[in-house]
């Protein structure tokens, strides 16, 4: 029986400052792997998680705990041991940002996705992860689009997007100045560029940052003494140096948007302490927002959000199902099983429609007919699996029927036929009889 | 069921039907919204055809057929405005003053006890052709500012994920689409004011009697004048354009109705009697 466990260290248990440093580098996971076994690690700035199946707890806990520098009994008090539909519905949550500091982020989908690109390269990943981690877009997906928490950008980035668009009608043609290359202030932009924005200028102290960072977003880089001029320029600016005074003033302002014929700018300050002077608000058409000011609406967003959180867990406990009906059909007795079953259907959804062309007796040998052809026909798979009971054999048996496809369906119907669920039995109990 | 009633009503059914798409953003309302909008502008335009027929003028011989054609004007005016996919929530600021002002004016507009009016020149209905247009622009404006000032605001407050602000256009377009009714407006009315200039000359009217209408008239041209200019000058945008338009609107509604009412034949068909 394959089983996925997992380890997540993550921000409700290690302060974020520790957590920073603690990273289970893919290298290394590779290096823990045994044949037959998968891995996957995923990194983040609020948590840090091992995935796998195939390897001992103990061994895994010990490896993860010399990668980290702790004591494999202190690794236990601040981790997060799962194991099986658990570990599957955590990496969904995960996903999801259902377990994210800021619930329903958007971000941390991004984040599971690149270390899935990773695990792929570094081949630590096979059959059950790849269904695994499809498995989990597929859900993150579903709650994105089917629930109403990601209606609700809550993340300070997004809420700076949001609100540009409200100012800004076409914001694929304003201009917008990043000041300071900072983590915040990069994923706005980031998320300003994913919105079609594409004259992106940075500005920062060292020039090289801003040039790193302007390479990345398509954008220029120009260095602090250009303030003025990327200033008048700019119809969104986005702030997050470590500035200990602000940068821009009220007077500075006041002078810019004269020059700009009081054309409306979008200024967020994301910057502890503040890189723009709270009065700046006052100057016409400048419409700014601080940290604070942003917070105050993500706290309101929350409550909107928590609504949502039994809609998303549906979804995930739907997913997770369907996952563990795959993993535990993932061998050879469980495929036989679901291929007799498939043979089942087939037979009786012939006979349903002939039921009203024939008579009790036609039907009879009908149906035995169709069940002695079906075996042969299925007899030749099955023989096959029971001398090669590969995974990969397993998985591509199931691909070729489709048996995890329309299971839901195939599964009612037969539930609801008495007549098919005797012969369904007839059938289990034909195989279970088998050598 | 006269024209008048049938307008009436569906006038009366797109505004209940736009204010419930407020709260409830169904795309079938917003889709019925448009065409019983449609439907009132067509039956409004049939009306106007009658109101045509009776008089063989534009009809324009009274107030109340004055506001009728603001209104009417208005609603053409609106019909890209619903119809577009980030605007159409404008409708429903501009819907249910449409209606209430058509529930006044038209048991006033007196279709069966209309006598026809010829003014035998095309000077009169020119000048006042532009002058309602220019004032059914201004109409736009004000709705189209009174949007601004609540989306405004609700941007300031951070409450911008409301099922209400998520809907309303963003606050450039807004501008653009007020800068445009009042730039417009401004030179149909300004044109409207000359040509009124040279068709009293020329009917020799004295300047005491049409005194108080060409104050008026005055007054709301420096208003609009005065928000162009200081856009162009020194750049008033967003806010104080809106500002400036929704009180040259109210200015001109109420000068309209103080005029007619102290000065009943300082202007318009009086005139001539």
Redesign the interface.
């Known amino acids: 029986m394959i089983r996925i466990q997992c380890i997540s260290i993550d921000y409700r248990h290690v302060p974020i400052d520790i957590l920073e440093k603690v990273r289970i580098s893919p290298n290394a996971v590779v290096s823990m792997l045994t044949p037959g076994s998968e891995a996957y690690a995923l990194n983040t700035c609020n948590r840090a998680e091992i995935y796998w199946t195939g390897m001992e707890k103990q061994g895994v806990f010990n490896k993860v705990s010399g990668l980290i520098g702790v004591t494999p009994g202190y690794l236990d008090r601040i981790s997060l041991y799962l194991r099986g539909e658990e570990s599957v519905r955590h990496l969904f949550r995960v996903a999801s940002g259902l377990e994210s500091m800021v619930l329903g982020e958007p971000q941390i989908l991004g984040q599971v996705k690149e270390a899935y690109r990773v695990a792929l390269d570094e081949h630590m990943v096979s059959i059950v992860f790849n269904k695994l981690l499809h498995r989990t877009f597929r859900t993150a997906k579903r709650i994105r689009t089917e629930t109403a928490i990601g209606?609700?950008p809550v993340s300070v980035a997004s809420e700076a997007v949001?609100?540009a668009?409200?100012?800004?009608?076409?914001i694929q043609n304003s201009k917008v100045l990043v000041i300071g290359a900072g983590e915040m202030a990069t994923i706005a932009a980031r998320r300003l560029r994913d919105r079609g924005v594409s004259r992106i200028t940075i500005l920062n102290r060292t020039i090289d940052r801003a040039k790193d960072l302007a390479e990345e977003l398509d954008g220029v880089a120009l260095g602090f003494n250009e303030l003025h001029d990327a200033l008048k320029a700019s119809d969104i600016l986005i702030t997050s140096t470590g500035s200990s005074k602000p940068i821009i003033t009220r007077e500075m302002m006041a002078e810019i948007m004269?020059k700009?014929?009081?054309?409306?700018v979008v200024m967020i300050d994301i910057a502890l302490p503040r890189d723009i002077e709270p009065d700046v608000r006052k100057v016409?058409?400048c419409?700014l927002?601080d940290l604070d000011?942003?917070k105050?609406?993500v706290a309101?967003?929350f409550a909107?959000r928590e609504k949502e959180i039994a809609r998303a867990e549906e979804i995930i406990e739907y997913e997770v199902g369907v996952f563990s009906r795959w993993l535990k059909g993932l061998n050879a007795h469980g495929t036989i099983k679901d291929l007799y079953s498939l043979m089942e259907y087939y037979i009786y959804e012939q006979l349903e429609e002939k039921t009203s062309l024939i008579g009790e007796k036609e039907k009879a040998i009908l149906e035995d007919a169709l069940r002695s052809m079906a075996k042969r026909i299925f007899n030749r798979p099955v023989s096959f699996i029971k001398k090669n009971p590969k995974l990969d054999y397993i998985e591509h048996t199931r691909r070729i029927f489709r048996l995890d496809e329309d299971y839901q369906d195939r599964h009612k119907r037969q539930q609801t036929s008495a007549g098919a669920s005797r012969d369904s039995n007839k059938s289990n109990e034909e195989y279970k009889g088998r050598p | 069921m006269s024209i008048i009633t049938i307008t009436s009503l569906l006038y009366i059914c797109t505004s209940v039907v736009f204010i419930i798409i407020l709260p409830l953003r169904k795309t079938l309302l917003l889709g019925a919204a448009r065409v019983l909008f449609l439907a009132s502008v067509v039956s409004h335009g049939i009306l106007m055809g009658k109101l045509f027929l009776v008089l063989h003028e534009i009809p324009l011989s009274s107030v109340p057929q004055a506001i009728n054609m603001m209104i009417f004007i208005s609603s053409v005016v609106f019909i890209p405005i619903v119809l577009s996919r980030?605007t159409y929530l404008l409708g429903v600021f501009f819907l249910p003053f449409a209606s209430f002002a058509l529930m006044w004016v038209f048991p006033n507009i007196g279709l069966s006890s209309l006598t026809p009016f010829r003014p035998h020149t095309y000077w009169y209905p020119l000048h006042t052709m532009c002058v309602i247009i220019g004032e059914a622009m201004f109409v736009v404006a004000a709705v189209t500012s009174l949007v601004y000032l609540v989306?405004e605001s609700i941007?300031?407050k951070?409450?911008?994920?409301s099922s209400v602000?998520s809907s309303?256009?963003?606050?450039?377009?807004l501008d653009?689409i007020l800068y445009m009714s009042v730039l417009i407006g401004f030179v149909a009315i300004t044109s409207g004011m000359i040509i009124g200039t040279l068709w009293a000359q020329s009917k020799g009217l004295a300047l005491p009697k049409i005194m108080p209408k060409i104050v008026a008239g005055g007054i709301v041209w420096v208003i609009f004048a005065v928000c162009l200019h200081q856009r162009f000058a020194?750049?008033?945008?967003?806010?104080?354009t809106a500002i400036a338009a929704l009180i040259g609107f109210i200015v001109m509604m109420v000068l309209l109705f103080l005029i007619n009412m102290l000065f009943p034949h300082a202007h318009g068909p009086g005139l001539l009697l």
Do not use: M, Q
């Open positions: 209606r609700f949001e609100l668009c409200h100012v800004f009608d076409e004269k700009r014929h009081y054309s409306p016409y058409n419409y927002y000011s942003l105050e609406v309101r967003n909107e | 980030k989306h941007i300031k951070g409450d911008f994920h602000s309303l256009p963003a606050l450039t377009l653009r020194i750049g008033w945008r967003g806010r104080r």
